[in-house]
């Protein structure tokens, strides 16, 4: 089979969320028109991606180190935790300015026509942290859509017996949008305006 360098970038680009066939071929003359450093760099950067960052042992947020800034920083609430689906969600809620707590990532949501059971969400993590750091709430912000608050509701009715308070994030946040794209203000209103469940 002839080698075709032009054809195989592009196919493995065009497997990125949101980039097209078109758009991944533009990317690939694109980077075929920079400067070979930048090639290499990018190439860099992408082969070691997997071994220079790992999920926190804690919350299960990406860092350089086994236990991420987050749960490093003594000036972090370790009594207020936000419960969120996934890493992109937790960047958005830091950019917001408007939670000083910790977070628990669950890497997922409940799709039970997906095959994503309650098994596969880390919760005996989350429920370990509950005692060991006083827990008081747990701010449960997955999406707004109907795996998000069924997720929200199974995480509730699972640290319920524990007496921790449980809230859930007030909508203003679009219905069904990921809260990645949610603008900060708007964020930060429904972090505030959070109700309990
Ligand atoms: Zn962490």
Known sequence: MPSDPIGELTELLA????VGERTAMRLTFHVLG???EYAAALGEA???IHARVVRCEI???YG???RCAICQDPRRDATVLCCVARVPDLVAIEKSGTFRGRYHVLHG???PLDGVGPDQ???DSLLSRLEADGVREVVVATPLSVEGEATALYVSQVLRPHGVKVSRIASGVPHG???EFTDQVTLGRAFEGRREI
């Open 64 to 66: 350089a180190e086994t």
């Open 59 to 61: 919350c299960g947020n």
């Open 109 to 111: 949501l409940l799709a």
């Open 121 to 123: 969400l880390p919760l």
């Open 177 to 179: 949008g990921e809260l």
């Open 15 to 18: 497997r990125l969320p949101g």
């Open 34 to 36: 920079t400067e070979a």
């Open 46 to 48: 992408l082969s070691h």
